[in-house]
Nanobody, 124 residues
Framework: QVQLVESGGGLVQAGGSLRLSCAAS????????MGWFRQAPGKEREFVSA????????NYADSTKGRFTISRDNAKNTVYLQMNSLKPEDTAVYYC?????????????????WGQGTQVTVSS
């Protein structure tokens, strides 16, 4: 069982930055691929970024590529999402998720554990 707790959301002006953190419980964090997803009001949950269990491989949604950076610290059981050049369309609840496999996936259904989410609001 893995419990995930996100933090770092908030209100920021367009062009600003935020760093989200996701702290995981358990001793096997380094075996899980991790992902970030987001959900805006009235929209489906969408993929943002993912990182392999080792941290060697990452991928991003086209809408976030070049602006967001995912990373992880397996010694601290934490995954991060650095978000730069934020836009109003980035406004959403951001969720981190853990997959019981070392390889990334962009599909929410492939993830087994989810955090409660953290709100990110970007004002224009």
């Amino acid at each position: 069982q893995v419990q995930l707790v996100e933090s770092g959301g908030g209100l920021v002006q367009a062009g600003g930055s935020l760093r989200l953190s996701c702290a995981a419980s358990g001793r096997t964090f380094s075996r899980y691929a991790m992902g970030w997803f987001r959900q805006a009001p009235g929209k489906e949950r969408e993929f943002v970024s993912a990182i392999s269990a080792s941290g060697s491989n990452t991928n991003y949604a086209d809408s976030t590529k070049g602006r967001f950076t995912i990373s992880r610290d397996n010694a601290k059981n934490t995954v991060y999402l650095q978000m730069n050049s934020l836009k109003p369309e980035d406004t959403a609840v951001y969720y981190c998720a853990a997959r019981s496999a070392p390889y990334r996936s962009i599909r929410p259904l492939d993830y087994d554990y989810w955090g409660q989410g953290t709100q990110v609001t970007v004002s224009s």
